[in-house]
């Protein structure tokens, strides 16, 4: 053998195996091709042959009674876990940076037949669009975003809950403000709030897979009609492993039934009516103004409706740990919550008694039973990972008249910060000794009995 | 009550920060304990700072993201102090009072005298384990030094033991296939070319996690923790009597 025709590797040195050489990715991962189905016919294996054995099971069973087993996954693969199980027709991907791994898992759950349909957008603004048309059109979509995606996609976003249009949409948030940053900072919750979707907020992986699924059925009932938003901080719950029970995989939920569904599909045969009188619908017409009203309200008036079906199938709109005979109560949402969990013991650990309400549900938001779990609270710290506050302001709009806490909009971290539990340690001591914070400014602290305080507050908050 | 360390591990590129922080993790999964790791690094390449944050516990960790408090400090490099080569400046930045600094270093180093003294006010204890030293002389190579400090560490906090750190480093090298990334799987067959064997490579990086323990209990540094466990356990007996 000549010296030109020494193969060597990449670093230059002779190759002297045999074994014929793996292609891995630049991960490292070995390369396994996801080829087109094949038929039956030439003897090789169906690669859709696993999706095509999935039986239909009832939402209730799945959700409620049906065996699972634990897996350590990251939040992403959660994500297509419960893809896997929630019989959609089609995915939409933007592969956004900063992403997840979750719409490019989804690829995969193609490949395996899983998901009928699935392509790449040309960007977020066409993708929340297909999505609109998707959904339209009677098949159950889904599509996954984040941080600057999202806001890209908002113009679709916000008025597919105006267009009636069943849908779940997953956003890992991440920074969308400058400085620029590609870590988790849940800012853009707040832009979502006021679209008239459902919005939803996953603490961690079994988060993510619960939330997804529940979030396909309670969706398309007919008295809700409106997309579902499940939002988690990214990286942080995307790219992090955490146990995951999980129901067989062998089941996945009912098909969506458009037909029965309380607006009538796109009909590419019998072309569609326009949906509004004029367009635009305002123009100069009294009667449109009140159409506009009333489609508005209908959809808030749905978002209401949600509520019993999120009962059900979520186990209700808040969790509540310990409030009863609690010193002082923390409610928080997504990690925010997690790191609250780690408080409450650094508290005991203290010898302070500390309750937590995690909010799941922040469309619709859980105000009743905020009001009756905090009627005879003393003191509220809400921490979060962004720097408006923006649940603070839910709970404090939520509980005004009705409780006399003193609540502490803190602590905040944002731009991808980590929150340090101790943060959290500090506000709940501050706000029980009266000690002066040292990462909440007063402004940030609703008083017990001063109007003017209170007015302040929200101002500030 | 949970027994709890947060550790904060700091190093550069190819020392192998974020495999050590994964074998200690296992190793504390594989003795029956809970953990999470959370790696952190910029640009891949050698002798960029690097750090991964570890929870280990005896009850279930919620906590997730960087470690900014750490009860326990691992520098696996000199630089990290002589060169700021870290994300987190000075490198005992929030470690908790009564916390332990365990530092790669051939003997004490001089630190700033401010440095010297807000770490003497935090009542901080510094252990400077020579770990590239018997990574050398128990291995042959350098690019054993994560294991002498993992193996000085699960000595130190006394939350594994010897075999399950051996476990994590079969698992590392032989089954599961985890890879933290492509600068990492090209590291790997840098290593598996200089031991030859995998069989090799395990029983050397053992046998350093090994001399990386020993020298540990030698210097009497996991007597603290066992003192504070005592204690601990003593308090919970008599409150029970």
Known sequence: MSEAEVKTNPQGDPVTSLEPEQKTNPQGDPITSVAVPKSDSDGKKDPHADAKKQKVVTPEYLFLDAPRTKEFITGSEAAKEAIRRSNVDMAIAYPITPQSETMQLVGVLYGEGYVKEYYRGEEEVGVMAAIAGGSRAGVRCFTATAGPGTLRGLEGIASWPGHRLPAVAMFTCRVVNAPLAIQPDNIEIAYLLNCGMIVFHAENQQDMYDFIMAGFIISEKNDVTLPVGVCCDGFFVTHARGYVRMQDKSMKLPPREAWRGAVPVLDAENPPARLSRDAPVQKSNFMAYNIHAVWQQEVWAAVERSRKYIEKYMGGLCTAENVEKADAVIIASGSAAAQSREAVRLCAEKGIKVGLIKVRSLRPFPTQELRKLCKDVKLIVVPEFNYVGWLAKEVAAAIYGHSKAKIIAGPHVYGGQSMPVELILDEVESGLTGKKSTNVPLSAIMGVDDPAAVAHFMRSI | ?241
């Open chain 2, 1 to 241: 009550m949970a027994k709890r360390f947060n550790i904060r591990m700091a190093g550069v590129g190819g020392q192998g920060v974020v495999t050590g922080s994964h074998i200690l993790s296992t190793a504390v999964i594989n003795a029956g304990g809970e953990s999470t790791i959370v790696p952190f690094y910029g640009s891949e390449k050698r002798m960029a700072p690097v750090e991964s944050y570890v929870r280990v516990s005896d009850e279930p960790i919620y906590e997730i993201g960087e470690i900014t408090f750490p009860h326990i400090i691992i520098i696996f490099h000199p630089q990290v102090i002589t060169h700021g080569k870290s994300y987190t400046m000075p490198f005992y930045f929030g470690l908790k009072e009564d916390g332990v600094a365990l530092i790669n270093n051939d003997g004490p180093m001089k630190l700033h005298k401010d440095q010297a003294r807000e770490l003497e006010e935090r009542r901080a204890k510094l252990y400077y384990l020579p770990a590239t030293k018997i990574s050398l002389e128990v291995a042959g190579m350098d690019l054993a030094t994560n294991m002498a400090l993992m193996g000085a560490i699960g000595c130190i906090t006394g939350l594994t033991t010897l075999d399950s750190l051996g476990q994590a480093v079969k698992d590392r090298f032989l089954g599961k296939g985890f890879v933290v990334s492509g600068g990492t799987a090209a590291l790997d067959s840098v290593v598996e070319r200089k031991f030859k064997k995998k069989q090799e490579l395990i029983e050397k990086n053992m046998a350093v996690i090994k001399a990386g323990w020993d020298y540990a209990a030698e210097n009497g540094w996991d007597q603290p923790f066992k003192a504070a466990a005592k204690a601990e356990a003593a308090a919970a007996a008599a409150a029970k009597a």
